[in-house]
C-alpha cells in the first residue's frame, strides 16, 4: 500500500485543499484581448488593375465607463469554466460570425494600472480571417473595422466614416497590443504561411503577392516573390477573369492552421 503523503502540518493533500483559504490571497481579473486582422479590397476605378488591398484591425466603441467614448480590441473576462482560448473564440463570436479561423496567443500584457478598475492580466490573442467570410454580428454595437495607415512616423487607424484614432487615444493597452501584433505577423511571414489565413480559398499570384506587400508595407520583386512562394501554391488551371487580363488561379497546398 502506498505510503499517504503529509505535508509539515500532518495535512493530506485532500485535507489541505478542503481547509484553503482562497481568500489568502489577492486574486487578479484576467481578459482576454482580440487582435484580429483583415485584408480589405478596394475596388478599382481603373479595371486594367488590381483591386487596392488594405490591411485592417476590429475595434469596438466603449459606450461605458472606463475609457467611455474610447475604441478598444474586442474581449472580456475569462469565466472560472473556459480556458484562455475557449475565452478568445466566445468573446470573438459575441461581436463576429468567425468559425474555423487561424488563432494564436500573442502576449500577456499585466502593467499594474493597465486598468482603473482593478488589478487585471490581459492575454492578448491574434486572429487572422477573411474578412469577405466574417460578419459583424450587430453592427449597431459600435465594431467597426479600422485600416492601419502610416502617417509620416505615426501610426493611426481610420475606417470607412472618416473617424481617425492614434494608438495613444485607445482603450487601456490596446495600442501597445496592436504595434506588438504588427511587429508578430511581419515577422511570421518569413517563416510561416500565415497569410493564407487571410485570403480567400482561390487567389492570383498577384493578389497573393498584395497580402504579403500590405503587412510588410513595401513593394516586393514579383521573381523573388513567386521564387520563394512557389511550394506553398498549387495551379488550378483555370483562370479569374474581368475587365483585365486573366489570371491564373492558385490554391493554398498546406494547412492553415
Not at 509539515?8 to 489541505?16: K, R, S, V, Y
Request: proline share 3%; charged share 35%.
Amino acid at each position: 500500500m502506498m505510503k499517504v503523503k503529509r505535508d509539515m502540518n500532518g495535512l493530506t493533500e485532500d485535507e489541505f485543499l478542503k481547509s484553503y483559504d482562497v481568500s489568502k490571497f489577492e486574486r487578479p481579473s484576467v481578459t482576454v484581448d482580440n487582435l484580429v486582422f483583415a485584408i480589405d479590397e478596394i475596388e478599382n476605378n481603373d479595371i486594367r488593375k488590381l483591386n487596392d488591398k488594405r490591411l485592417q484591425v476590429l475595434l469596438v466603441y466603449r459606450e461605458n465607463h472606463p475609457f467611455i467614448d474610447k475604441w478598444c480590441l474586442p474581449g472580456g473576462f475569462i469565466k472560472m469554466d473556459e480556458t484562455l482560448e475557449e475565452a478568445s473564440l466566445r468573446t470573438l463570436e459575441e461581436k463576429t460570425s468567425v468559425k474555423d479561423i487561424y488563432l494564436e496567443q500573442l502576449y500577456t500584457f499585466g502593467e499594474i494600472n493597465r486598468d482603473p478598475r482593478t488589478r487585471v492580466i490581459g492575454v492578448a490573442y491574434m486572429a487572422l480571417v477573411n474578412k469577405k467570410e466574417t460578419k459583424i454580428v450587430d453592427e449597431s454595437k459600435n465594431t467597426d473595422w479600422f485600416t492601419i495607415k502610416q502617417i509620416g512616423d505615426e501610426l493611426i487607424l481610420e475606417n470607412d466614416n472618416g473617424i481617425i484614432v492614434r494608438f495613444p487615444d485607445l482603450a487601456f493597452d490596446h495600442g501597445k497590443i496592436i504595434e506588438y501584433g504588427l511587429f508578430r505577423i511581419r515577422n511570421k511571414l518569413e517563416y510561416t504561411d500565415i497569410a493564407f489565413s487571410l485570403l480567400p480559398k482561390e487567389f492570383t499570384m498577384a493578389e497573393l503577392q498584395q497580402v504579403y506587400e500590405v503587412i510588410l508595407d513595401k513593394k516586393l520583386t514579383k521573381a523573388n516573390f513567386q521564387r520563394k512562394i512557389k511550394n506553398k501554391v498549387q495551379c488550378l488551371n483555370k483562370y479569374k477573369t474581368g475587365g483585365f487580363r486573366p489570371a491564373m488561379l492558385y490554391k493554398y497546398n498546406g494547412k492553415k492552421h
